[in-house]
């Protein structure tokens, strides 16, 4: 997550000043930058992961990938390390959006493979044939790509289906709705549908424990939220690579 320690304002969110940056028309300069921040990143998380492991479980050998992965609460070898990285109209309609993406996989030696790219689901549906390019070339590089704030807007499947979506996000807006019927059985129905798609589904703003139960309990495979985890800085991620208190997998 995108943080500006302001001098006077303190720790701001992207939120906060994205805006900003687009009305400047700099968001190109900074999303190189940040492709840059996150590709070195991931090299060092997965440099750590390796490490950690070897320490722990000097007996147990991990599969054979070329990304890190993560231990879960029983010590085995689970999920691989995998980071997400929100994209904009403006960025990937950058015309150099994929060269800089290719030079700091190159540079920092890390798999396109390490990372989902997120797009809105208001983009998904644009149908803006730059977009569908850039995306397309992206995918081929062997990136994912997640929808987010799904169930906001109305995706289509053929569309999922062009860009080859890996991951879908429920949005926060649908997740606060659990504790009703209706919100209950929305949620479920796009669970089962990720599921019927074969997308990995993800759940947003998971705030009380009830949340992420009646979410485990209805099949979803991953959360993010306050009551996982607040944001933290990056010194912080290094042990929570290793453990994690969550239900999901």
């Known amino acids: 997550m995108l943080r500006w320690y302001h001098p006077t304002k303190g720790c701001l969110a992207a939120i906060d000043f994205i805006d900003v940056a687009e009305e400047m028309g700099i968001t190109c300069q900074l999303s190189g930058y940040l492709i840059q921040v996150a590709c070195e990143q991931v090299s060092k998380w997965r440099s750590h992961v390796s490490k950690s492991l070897s320490n722990l479980f000097p007996n147990q050998e991990p599969e054979a990938s ?15 390390l995998s980071v997400h990285v929100n994209l904009s109209i403006m960025q990937i309609r950058y015309p150099q959006i994929v060269l800089q993406w290719q030079a700091a996989l190159k540079k920092y030696q890390v798999p ?58 429920i949005d926060r807006s649908c997740v606060q709705e659990l504790g009703c019927t209706d ?9 089962d549908f990720g599921h019927s798609a074969n997308l990995n589904v993800i759940a ?37 690579l290793i453990y994690r208190r969550s239900g999901f997998t």
């Not at 070329?66 to 691989?80: D, W």
């Not at 919100?183 to 669970?191: A, D, N, P, R, S």
């Not at 607040?230 to 991620?237: G, K, L, N, Q, V």
Request: with cysteine.
């Open 112 to 169: 396109a493979s390490a990372f989902q790219l997120e797009i809105a689901e208001q983009i998904l549906l644009s149908g803006d044939p730059v977009i569908t390019d850039s995306l397309h070339k992206l995918k081929s590089l062997g990136f994912g790509l997640c929808v987010d704030d799904f169930g906001k807007g109305h995706s289509s499947l053929s569309r999922l289906h062009q860009l080859e979506v890996n991951t879908i996000k």
């Open 204 to 240: 947003e703003g998971i705030e009380t424990r009830a949340q992420m139960q009646t979410l485990v309990e209805l099949g979803c495979q991953y959360g993010q939220g306050v009551w996982l985890a607040d944001a933290m800085p990056i010194e912080e991620i290094n042990d929570t």
């Open 66 to 80: 070329t990304e890190a992965t993560f231990v879960n609460a029983t010590g085995q070898f689970s999920q691989r």
């Open 183 to 191: 919100g209950l059985e929305l949620v479920k129905t796009m669970i």
